[in-house]
């Protein structure tokens, strides 16, 4: 479907048979062009082009080549020396990409194309109508000036030459500035009428200057009488039919990071230049390969799509791509342009996917399309957008990203960070641009490349620091603590390696309680959606809150085909927050739409830092709409109002450290490694792969959502309508035990099944209080305490399973409120 010539019927027919326009020229128009008709009150046909990569997917080698055999034989006309000092300028949107191309097949010479996107802070050089268009103003935004200021050359490409008014009238308003003596046109096809040829001949003697053509074809439409009356009846007659069905989204976006190369533009929007082409060539081959590395396993025939202007970086991404892979790669490009879609092999647009604009643009909202893209066989779609675009309506409900969804089975985002003149690069990341949405932040990190969950799982506001040792054995961590008054969060505990017995606990654990927690998971994900958001951003605490997040989006898209967003971000005692995750989901969400999520509450301690924190970020930030209340499975301290159960219980996921969470470590804060305007870090532990079992957990507790659907239900109803208000029962009873067993500081109290699993794991106890009667939920506690030669000591009254204890007499440097050591 996606030939200018199908099965031997060429893409024009259809049009030409029921309006009588015909094609008439060079044997190759035919095979560059197809037909199709447009909603436009200027001009009822539009010229599809076959190898321009916007409306019709096409080899990306095939659309580069075009481009750069036209730039070499303008460099062929002008010669060496004037070649060397010529400008390109490419006209918006069809033809930014072919624009830049021929600058490549020129040499060396810098390049420019026009826009419809104004910039805060750049003034215009130039602008022009475009006559025919259904969007006409065109702005010039160079970040140098004197780019349009020599007299050398000025080589102007457009994707077909048909009346000569656009390029008429972008030499008008540049010569009228900056005359020169020599000016080429470069187009795909030249389809002017004799009398538009003689026109541009006139305007050249008129101005004085010598102007060329270059054309890899020529002929003119032929249009009968009446043939815009007959293009609006058509396209009103057939514009219904050609909707396509709605369909659900199968699964969200795969975000690709491409480490965009430092200090190179994302286009020719404002200048590029030959030291930028040079930096760019040299990180194609990484960039291509880390898009290879995301693609399914398997998949044959693949799309990279474009994003409007942005037609150059995924073209050359595209094109590399096609060298890396042995899949069928294919590029083409949204567009403003609307098309209507009849699905005939003789019409050049087959299909048509719509989608809401998602870069803010300056002429307000409306409707952009995606041609040839739905039923074109792909197995998977590389969108590319730069991150001005990468905004909440691309990821929204009707959005590129879900409209894509419906149609492959596979969707990969990769994001351009958008080129700003003088803006500051960022402190560190992959994209060091500065974004049109400043500061820039690094994209989150994903699986596989940063743990071990499927990619649309989560992902990770943190920074990799997995190539840094951080790692002490538990008694010199807490000396350093002690010693230096340095922070928990400055280093990372050994990670604790089970015995088998102790994996045979787990699997035991998982199996008789995964209903419970499923149960739990439905119970808390209804509550959210009924009462914080119908379409809520997930946002766990790394690391324990982020596989409950993983199965309350798993819930959602189980029970009401919802594919929630979820994110991981760091919060430290002491420290609050990480600022800059709350900048970053705040530029891309609307923060009264984000859920904080926890995996179980103790004391309530990160319930209290997290609500001072927002309260701080909003005091500082000016940014509102963020609320303090955790949503978590198991709230054994009444500490929230938004909870599965109350219900002190073991969560299998408690009993280990990375190797139930993704193989992510803690979260790390330390100075010397995370700057200004990073996140906070993390590392992911490939060498424990083998003792992986974060999806064994999540696939074991998501296998029993639907026996428990009905329960679920159920107790929904009964929560909704009961007092849920917040008692801290929990904080008073560790109070309690603080003072009874003469420790006098709660911070060294640990309430509840999980926290005394992490005291066990990553501290060094003093002693352990179970309540008689606990039973299996504390094995795994019991054998941690074996084998650390910890006593478990039985208490009849304890409003918890059990509690863990830390005592400063026994540890050399145990953590205060502060995350600093407790003074004795």
């Known amino acids: 479907m996606n030939n200018a010539v199908n099965n031997g019927v060429w893409s024009g027919t259809w049009v030409a048979e029921r309006l009588g326009v015909e094609l008439v020229g060079d044997d190759e128009l035919t095979g560059l062009l197809g037909l199709a008709l447009r909603r436009n009150p200027k001009r009822a046909h539009l010229l599809v082009s076959n190898v321009l990569g916007k409306h019709v997917p096409q080899s990306p080698s095939v659309v580069y080549g075009h481009g750069l055999a036209l730039g070499r034989r303008v460099r062929a006309l002008l010669g060496a020396e004037e070649a060397a000092a010529a400008v390109v300028l490419g006209y918006a949107e069809t033809a930014t990409g072919l624009g830049h191309s021929v600058a490549d097949g020129l040499g060396s010479a810098p390049y420019l194309h026009s826009t419809r996107r104004p910039v805060a802070g750049v003034d215009p050089a130039g602008g022009f109508q475009e006559s025919h268009s259904h969007a006409t103003s065109h702005l010039l935004l160079p970040e140098d000036p004197a780019l349009l200021a020599g007299d050398g050359p000025l080589v102007l490409v457009d994707d077909e030459f048909s009346t000569g008014n656009t390029v008429l009238n972008t030499i008008r308003d540049l ?165 209507l879609a009849v699905d005939d092999p003789g019409y050049a647009i087959r299909t048509r996917v719509v989608f809401p604009a998602h870069d803010d643009p300056a002429d307000g909202p409306g409707e952009r399309y995606a041609y040839n893209v739905a039923g074109g066989g792909f197995d998977a779609v590389v ?56 500061p820039m932040l690094s994209e989150p990190l994903r699986g596989p490349a940063f743990s ?73 994900t209804e509550t959210v959606l009924a009462e914080r958001s119908p379409r809520p951003v997930l946002v766990s605490l790394a690391r324990a809150g982020t596989p409950v997040g993983v199965l309350m989006r798993r819930w959602a898209a189980f029970r009401h085909g919802l594919d929630l967003p979820h994110y991981a971000v760091s919060i430290v005692r002491g420290r609050g927050i990480d600022a800059n995750a709350l900048r970053w989901l705040a530029d891309r969400h609307d923060p009264a739409d984000v859920v904080f999520v926890d995996g179980w509450t103790g004391k309530g301690a990160i319930t209290r830092e997290l609500a001072d924190a927002l309260e701080e970020f909003e005091r500082r930030e000016g940014v509102t709409g963020f609320g303090p209340e955790i949503a978590v499975l198991a709230d054994p301290g009444s500490c929230v109002r938004t909870y599965g159960t109350r219900e002190d219980f073991l969560i299998p996921s408690a009993c280990l450290n990375s190797t139930v969470s993704g193989l992510i470590s803690r979260t790390v804060l330390r100075a010397d490694l995370v700057g200004p305007h990073d996140f906070h870090g993390a590392k992911f532990y490939r060498e424990l792969a083998d003792a992986d079992v974060s999806t064994a957990f999540l696939d074991a507790v998501s296998a029993r959502f639907a026996e428990v659907a009905d329960g679920v239900g159920t107790a929904v109803k009964e929560l909704l309508a009961a007092d849920r208000t917040p008692t801290w029962e929990g904080w008073a009873a560790v109070e309690r035990i603080s003072e009874e067993y003469g420790i006098h500081d709660v911070n060294l109290v640990k309430p509840g099944v999980g926290e005394t699993t992490r005291v066990l794991l990553r501290r060094v106890p003093w002693k352990i209080l179970a309540r008689a009667g606990a039973g299996a939920d504390l094995d795994h506690v019991r054998l941690l305490a074996e084998q650390r030669g910890v006593p478990v000591e039985e208490v009849g009254e304890l409003p918890y399973t ?23």
Not at 248 to 267: C, H, K, N, S, T
Not at 422 to 431: D, E, R, S, V
Request: charged content about 25%.
């Open 383 to 438: 969108a590319v957008v730069d991150s001005a675009a990468d905004s909440p309506a691309l990821h929204a409900a009707d959005g590129l990203l879900a409209q894509l969804a419906a149609h492959t089975p596979h969707v990969l985002l990769a994001v351009v960070p958008s080129y700003v003149p003088g803006a500051p690069a960022p402190h560190t990341g992959p994209a060091p641009h500065a974004s049109e949405r400043p």
């Open 452 to 524: 071990s969950y499927a990619p649309e799982e989560v992902g990770w506001l943190l920074r990799d620091l997995s190539e840094v040792t951080l790692e002490a054995p538990t008694e010199e961590r807490e000396e350093a603590i002690q010693s230096g008054g340095a922070h928990y969060a400055e280093s990372l505990p050994v990670e604790y390696q089970p015995s088998e017995r102790y994996q045979r606990l787990f699997h035991t654990a998982l199996d008789s309680s995964a209903a419970r927690i499923a149960q739990a998971v439905g119970v808390v």
């Open 802 to 824: 059990c509690v863990g204890l830390i005592h400063p007499k026994y540890t050399r440097g145990a953590t205060g409120a502060d995350g600093r050591a407790v003074a004795l």
């Open 175 to 339: 010569h009228a500035r900056h005359p020169r003596r020599r000016y080429v046109v470069v187009a795909l096809v030249d389809m002017r009428s004799a009398a538009d040829t003689g026109r541009l001949a006139e305007f050249a003697n008129e101005v004085g200057a010598r102007v060329d053509l270059v054309a890899a074809a020529s002929g003119t439409v032929r249009l009968p009488e009446g043939v815009l009356e007959k293009g609006r009846e058509l396209v009103a007659r057939h514009e219904r039919a050609a909707a396509l069905p709605a369909q659900r989204a199968r699964r969200g976006a795969v975000r690709v990071e491409l480490r965009w190369p430092r200090e190179v533009p994302d286009g020719g929007r404002h200048g590029f230049t030959a030291a930028h082409r040079d930096r760019l060539e040299r990180a194609l081959p990484g960039m291509a390969a880390r898009i290879a590395e995301s693609l399914p396993a398997g998949a044959r025939r693949v799309l990279v799509l474009g994003f409007e202007e942005l037609m150059y970086a995924p073209l050359r991404l595209a094109r590399e791509l096609e060298r890396a892979v042995g899949a069928e790669v294919r590029y083409s490009t949204t567009t403003r342009s609307p098309v």
